[in-house]
């Protein structure tokens, strides 16, 4: 789960798995700080890894 830093109420984004599947939170690099964004490593049965990324760029967010 990440909430939002600005202090605004509601909005965020968060990754939701059952308790049975294998999963590690990823930390990321602080130049991602100003994006609503987390990240996870989901560990399959064959012991492959599946990293999920959630980002929520609000419509007046400027790309470039």
Sequence with gaps: ??????G?????VAILTKS??????????QNYSHLEVVA?????AH??????ICCY???SYSVS
Aim: charged share 25%; proline share 6%.
């Design 40 to 44: 996870v490593d989901i560990l399959t």
């Design 8 to 12: 605004k109420s509601g909005g965020g």
């Design 57 to 59: 760029l609000p419509p």
């Design 20 to 29: 049975y599947i294998g999963c590690h939170s990823i930390h990321l690099d």
């Design 47 to 52: 012991t492959h890894k599946l990293r999920l």
């Design 1 to 6: 789960r990440q909430d939002r830093a600005s």
